[in-house]
């Protein structure tokens, strides 16, 4: 058993640096610890109606890992730098003629106008081309996109492989910007439906299908025009490689910040 005199000794030399601390915390100095106020009580997810039986039919299949491999088009030492990118899309577009639905989908003019890229290049939709690496594979994937009616633009992504190009990823959408993050491709969509808010879907690599997908959707609120500055910071701008020339690229409008 401790003496009686060591414990009290103890005792007084804990309330002397009790008192202490109350001091310092309270002496009116920037810089004392303050109380943040209580803080609230984790909840855990709850399961609801667990006793709904489990869907017989699988889900609905939107399309959204179909890849393709686009006839006629080589990839010399799977290098898609060596590719043209308006060749590539005039190959699908006659692989599948007068499709206007589906991942192959395109307005008839803006078909029209893509074939005609060689003799009217200032009307062509297909925009510049940017390469990054998104499967990881260590080189870069192809990302075309092309301009069409009702201010939508189709965005496709190309892999490189076997000698040849593979599209891992096709949409049309209404879109107000693509971004890079990362190896993901995030778009943003104006929102028809619901004034004041847009769509932010990042499309990501899925080594399992072979494709991207989207793998994150959300509603962002932003402020409507005419409200005062956006809450929404602005998309920071990347610079991926731009398509080799003879002579330096002009930066294209949607590039400008």
Known sequence: MRPRGVRSA????LCALGLALVITGCGGREG?????????TAVGPVRLWPDLPPATNPPIDYGESDTQRVPGIEAPDNDVHAVDAVAVVQ??????????????????????????????????????????????????ELIVGIRMPDQQVGVRVYLAENGGLTRIMSTVDQVISVELAG?????????????????RTAWTWDEQQGSMLPTRDEIVRVKPPGTGPSTVPAPRLVSPTPTPTDGPAPVPPEATP
């Open 10 to 13: 103890a005792g007084v030399a």
């Open 32 to 40: 004392g610890l303050r109380s943040a106020g209580p803080t609230p």
């Open 91 to 140: 190959a699908e577009v006659r692989a599948h003629p007068d499709t206007y639905t589906g991942p192959d989908g395109l307005y008839e003019q803006t078909a029209r106008a893509i074939g005609a890229c060689g003799t009217a290049p200032a009307a062509c939709p297909i925009l510049r081309p940017y390469y990054r690496d998104l499967t990881g594979n260590g080189r870069d």
């Open 183 to 199: 190896r993901d491709l995030i778009l943003r969509v104006g929102s028809a439906g619901i004034p004041g808010y847009e769509y």
